[in-house]
Structure formats: C-alpha cells, structure tokens
Nanobody, 123 residues
Framework: QVQLVESGGGLVQAGDSLRLSCAAS????????MGWFRQAPGKDREFVAM????????YYADSMKGRFAISRDNAKNTVYLQMNSLKPEDTAVYFC????????????????WGQGTLVTVSS
C-alpha cells in the first residue's frame, strides 16, 4: 500500500524560503504523477503543482508560478516543493498526493494523500 509522508513545514517569516518533502513508499514508482496541494484555515484544498515521476514534467497553478518549484528525486522516492518569498497568505497545511487509476496528465485524479505538514508564515 502506498504511503506518503510530508515533512519540512514550520513557522517562518514573510520573505523566507522553505522546502517541503514528500517521501513515498509501498511500491515501485514509475509512470506516476505526484502533486502538492494546500489547505488554508477555513478554505478549500487547492492545487499547487504536480510532477511526472518519469519525465519530470511539471505543471503549476497560475498563482504558484514563479515562487514555488516542484522537483523529485527518483532514487529517494521523494518529491519536493521549494517555496520562496513566502507570504502570510501561504499559511496552510500542505499535502502531497499520488494519482490513482484512470488519471491522466490532462485530468489528474489523486487518490492517495499524505497527512500534511503545516506551514505558517508570519508577517
């Protein structure tokens, strides 16, 4: 069974950088797409970025382009989210997820989720 474990969250100040990690285990990962999402207090979960495990192809939500970067280390079965120039509005629980059956790049469907890691950005 696939397990995803996020880490790297914490309390930072506005303008700081932070790198989140998502360690995946449970099977061999090949033709998979991994994604990062976030959920701010009182708000719905929103998509941040996704990456193809095999090709490294990436896709970002428009609002995340420029400050956030998703990457992966196949040897470590780990996906990262580098976040720069953090703002108080980036405060959220950040989740990683892996796509499920029937998912495509154009219509990704994520069905296994980590427990999340909290990022708090103070002003």
């Amino acid at each position: 069974q696939v397990q995803l474990v996020e880490s790297g969250g914490g309390l930072v100040q506005a303008g700081d950088s932070l790198r989140l990690s998502c360690a995946a285990s449970g099977r061999t990962f090949s033709n998979d797409v991994m994604g990062w999402f976030r959920q701010a207090p009182g708000k719905d979960r929103e998509f941040v970025a996704m990456i193809s495990w095999t090709s490294g192809r990436t896709y970002y939500a428009d609002s995340m382009k420029g400050r956030f970067a998703i990457s992966r280390d196949n040897a470590k079965n780990t996906v990262y989210l580098q976040m720069n120039s953090l703002k108080p509005e980036d405060t959220a629980v950040y989740f990683c997820a892996i796509e499920g059956p029937g998912s495509t790049w154009e219509d990704p469907r994520f069905d296994v989720w980590g427990q999340g890691t909290l990022v708090t950005v103070s002003s």
